[in-house]
């Protein structure tokens, strides 16, 4: 399969007991689709050890015309975090570039993807709504991330090598744990200045 032998799978019924566990809120983890969707999901889930934090999967905004993102975090000391939820393996992946698109082939030839284009837009899309809302200047940080869950990094540098693009905002299956961390000292970090 496209996922590493050491990741367990992620079954609804599995995913509902890490929400019921989950210290923070989480809103529409039933529409997690997929199974590496359903990882990242509970990655972010088990790591966000704020009761203050919400985090929502797939949510839409009623003015928005694009698809809604994966995943949201929201939190008063971490900020905004957008993550888009690729569950392609690397052996489905030809080429990349180093604006963070990919070139996937399927079945019926090749297609081009830029995941982060994507949930940039989607992350701007909630910022404009939440400036909607809120009157004067939105103080949180907004970040935004594309998971790989089927992708160690390791695999990534052996096919690409050393001078392969990782942009900062790329999560691979390794990474999930240590993201909702991440986000905590970045937002205090930004929300200091």
């Known amino acids: 399969g496209i996922y590493d032998s050491d990741r367990a799978s992620m079954t609804v019924n599995e995913l509902g007991r890490i929400v019921d566990a989950a210290r923070c ?6 529409d997690a689709g997929n199974e590496p969707h ?3 999901l509970a990655e972010v889930i088990r790591s966000t050890k704020s009761e ?39 052996d489905e992946i030809s080429s990349i570039d180093p604006g963070g ?16 284009h994507q949930v ?8 404009d709504a939440a400036q909607r809302v809120h009157e004067g200047q939105l103080t949180i940080p907004f970040r935004y991330f594309v998971a790989l869950p089927c ?11 050393a001078s392969a693009p990782i942009p ?26």
């Not at 698809?67 to 008063?76: E, F, G, H, N, T």
């Not at 940039?120 to 910022?127: G, L, N, Q, T, V």
């Not at 992708?151 to 090598?161: D, E, F, N």
């Not at 900062?168 to 970090?189: C, T, V, W, Y």
């Open 38 to 40: 359903r990882q990242a």
């Open 25 to 30: 809120r989480v809103f529409g983890w039933e």
């Open 151 to 161: 992708i160690r990094r390791s695999a990534w540098m052996a096919k690409w090598g």
């Open 120 to 127: 940039r837009i989607a992350m701007f899309d909630i910022k």
């Open 52 to 90: 203050e934090a919400t985090i929502l999967c797939e949510p839409s905004l009623t003015r928005s015309t694009t698809r809604p993102p994966d995943i949201v975090l929201v939190c008063p000391h971490r900020g905004v975090a957008v993550i888009e939820v690729k569950g392609f393996g690397l």
């Open 101 to 116: 698109g990919f070139v996937l082939h399927y079945a019926g030839g090749a297609r081009g993807r830029n995941p982060f």
């Open 168 to 193: 900062k905002e790329l999560i691979f299956q390794d990474d999930l744990s240590r993201l909702s961390p991440a986000l905590l000292h970045n937002g205090m970090k930004r929300l200091g200045s």
